[in-house]
Every structure is written in structure tokens, then in C-alpha cells.
């Protein structure tokens, strides 16, 4: 039997979770502006999932559509993507989130160094809370999970563009140059990006 909101009456903690962790990054943001003069984050955006998308995973992956299923065995009904710059950026607010006081990390993923074969990057994080708050009527034996994307400006116009193909109801004609050509585009941004750091650490090195 389904549940008539899947995420029960955990509603309200969850939008206070993700507005706890966006004001952690908004003051990140702050004190390397004021202290280090440069904002480690180009632009941020957070959700917690929709009901027809959670519903709509849930089936996809085989699960009931419940809350125990959107809360415990699906783990981004809370999800954060942090947008930097520069590759190092991307591993400053990692570190900062591994540190993040009320969450523990439980899962990593670097994609950025081990890209996937079809050319994203990105590094994924699942954090869960470990204040005591938790999801209530769904047998959780821990806390909430947040799921977050880092990835660079030029990492997430590609994993943009290749989600569109990816979900389009009719798969274009020419797929497989498409696909191709993805690829090779993911391939020169990631260079390009490592030739920005480059320069970066070089004109930073001499000021
Ligand atoms: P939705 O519908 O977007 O919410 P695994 O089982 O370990 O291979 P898993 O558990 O899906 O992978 O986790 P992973 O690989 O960390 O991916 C989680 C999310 O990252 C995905 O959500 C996408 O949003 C994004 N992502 C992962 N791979 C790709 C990719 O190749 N292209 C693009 N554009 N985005 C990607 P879901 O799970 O698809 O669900």
C-alpha cells in the first residue's frame, strides 16, 4: 500500500535539514570571501525531491512506494549541487562537508578522478545526520540522508545537456555520434579545466 505523502510527516524536518546545510555553505561562502577574497562556489541549488519523482524512482528501482523506501533506501530526498569554478574549489567544499558538524559522510564518490565511461564527472556525497534527528514512521535505524553533487561549471553544462538526451522520451536518430561526441566533449572540458587550475595556482602563486 502506498503512502498517501511518500514522505510522511517528515516534511518539515527535511526542508530544515536542507536549509541548516545551505546556511553551512552560504557562510563557507562568507568567510572565504572576507578572509581568503574568493568565493569557492559559483552557484548552489538544493531540493528535496518531488513526490511524483520519489514515487517515480521507487518504481524504477523495484522498491514499494513508501516512506521507508524513500527515506532509507533511496538517499537523495535531499539533495544539494554545488557549482565551483575551479577543480580545487570542488575538493575545498568537499573537505569542509566531510567536517560538517550533525553529519557523518557514508558514501564518496570521485568521479572527477575515475569519470564514467561515458564521460561525467562529478564527486557525489551521501551525508547523514548523526544529531539525533532521524525519519519518523519508517524503522530508520539512522539518521537522514543528504545527498550531494560537486562538479565545475563546465562538468555541469555536460552532465546537463547528456541528462536531456538521456531523458528524452524518443532517442535521436544519430545516438550513437551524439554519444560519441559527449564523450569527447567531457574528455576537452576536463582538460580545459586542468589548464585553469593550472593557470589559477600560477596566478595566484604570485600575488
Ligand atoms: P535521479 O532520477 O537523477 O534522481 P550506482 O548504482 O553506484 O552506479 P547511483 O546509485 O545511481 O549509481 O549513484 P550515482 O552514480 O552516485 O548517481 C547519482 C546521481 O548522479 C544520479 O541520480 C544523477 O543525478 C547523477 N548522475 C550519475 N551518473 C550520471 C550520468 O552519467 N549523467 C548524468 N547527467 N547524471 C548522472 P539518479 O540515480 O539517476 O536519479
Avoid at 530544515?16 to 555553505?25: E, G, K, P
Avoid at 545537456?161 to 550513437?176: D, F, Q, S, T, V
Amino acid at each position: 500500500m502506498s503512502d498517501e505523502t511518500i514522505y510522511g510527516e517528515n516534511l518539515a524536518l527535511m526542508e530544515q535539514l536542507r536549509s541548516d546545510v545551505a546556511a553551512s555553505l552560504d557562510e563557507l561562502r562568507r568567510t572565504m570571501s572576507a578572509g581568503m577574497e574568493f568565493d569557492p562556489i559559483e552557484h548552489c541549488l538544493s531540493r528535496i525531491k518531488a513526490e511524483d519523482s520519489m514515487r517515480e524512482k521507487c518504481r524504477r528501482q523495484g522498491l514499494p512506494e513508501t516512506t521507508h523506501s524513500a527515506l532509507v533506501e533511496i538517499q537523495d530526498a535531499i539533495g544539494f549541487r554545488v557549482v565551483c569554478a575551479f577543480r580545487s574549489d570542488v575538493y575545498l567544499v568537499r573537505d569542509f562537508l566531510a567536517e560538517l558538524p550533525g553529519f557523518e559522510v557514508v558514501v564518496e564518490k570521485d568521479y572527477i578522478k575515475n569519470a564514467k565511461e561515458n564521460g561525467y564527472r562529478s564527486y557525489h556525497m551521501i551525508l547523514r545526520t548523526v544529531d539525533g534527528r532521524r525519519p519518523v514512521g519508517c524503522d530508520a535505524d539512522g539518521g537522514f540522508f543528504v545527498e550531494v553533487q560537486l562538479r565545475t561549471i563546465s562538468m555541469d553544462t555536460w552532465a546537463a545537456l547528456e541528462h536531456h538526451m538521456k531523458y528524452k522520451k524518443k532517442a535521436p536518430a544519430n545516438e550513437r555520434l551524439i554519444v560519441a561526441e559527449l564523450k569527447r566533449c567531457a574528455d576537452e572540458l576536463a582538460s580545459t579545466d586542468v589548464s585553469m587550475q593550472a593557470l589559477r595556482d600560477l596566478i595566484l602563486e604570485e600575488q
